[in-house]
């Protein structure tokens, strides 16, 4: 089984939608968790940061943790052609000797 | 402005040359570290530094070296390139150990003939 599993799309929506992008991990031991955006041709920049479980919301955007589950997801209201990014899920241990990226999923929204 | 500054940004090179990636940030942070990044593979961590002289393996370290002589610089070298080695690269930093926030680089394509 993968440390951390993301569908990596593409995902096409129209503006103005609401859009759920998702991440799997298996294990416990993560208890910081991020998702980052990276545009074509740049590097990754921070989107959202959590610790723990619960929710975390930042304008347009909402980040949700379930341990329980082990899963993680990132909603983006309104959706945007400015947008239109990859989205890589990361998360990291206590100790920060761990850090695990997704592969990133393809986000495209049209106008 | 704080940044992380990779160069070069773009290089074609030969097998067998061997190349310095440049790397730095001016944010004063502790940890710095090096991702390749390839299609369907995602990034996966080449090098990582906590602090000054202090360098560990990630999860792809074969074919590469790093140091860590000053705290805002961390160069990746290459010195014996292979054509495996093509890919885009990325430095990053963070204030602390890694736990995750990190500020990355433009990336450096590297395409190795």
């Known amino acids: 089984q993968k440390e951390v599993e993301q569908d990596p799309g593409p995902l096409s929506v129209p503006e103005g939608a609401i859009v759920s992008l998702n991440c799997t991990y298996s294990n416990s031991a993560f208890q910081y968790f991020m998702w980052y955006r990276q545009y074509s041709r740049k590097g990754p920049e921070l989107l959202m940061y959590?610790?723990?479980?619960g929710n975390k919301e930042d304008g347009r955007f909402t980040a949700q943790v379930d341990k329980s589950s082990k899963y993680i997801s990132l909603f983006i209201r309104d959706s945007q052609p400015s947008d239109s990014a990859t989205y890589l899920c990361?998360?990291?241990?206590?100790?920060?000797?761990?850090?695990?990226f997704g592969k990133g999923t393809t986000l495209s929204v049209s106008s | 402005e704080a940044q992380v500054t990779q160069n070069p940004r773009y290089l074609i090179t030969v097998t067998g040359k061997k190349l310095t990636v440049t790397c730095s940030q001016n944010m004063n942070h502790e940890y710095m570290s090096w991702y390749r990044q390839d299609p369907g593979l995602g990034l996966r961590q080449i090098y990582y530094?906590?602090?000054?002289?202090?360098?560990d393996k990630g999860d792809v370290p074969e074919g590469y070296k790093v140091s860590r002589k000053e705290k805002r610089n961390f160069p990746l070298i290459l010195e014996s390139p292979s054509p495996n080695q093509t890919s885009l690269y990325f430095c990053?930093?963070?204030?602390?150990?890694?736990?995750?926030?990190?500020?990355f680089g433009e990336g450096s394509r590297l395409t190795v003939l």
């Open positions: 990361a998360m990291a241990n206590q100790a920060g000797t761990a850090l695990i």
């Open positions: 990053a930093s963070s204030l602390r150990q890694n736990t995750g926030e990190l500020f």
């Open positions: 959590t610790y723990s479980s």
């Open positions: 530094s906590m602090n000054v002289e202090v360098t």
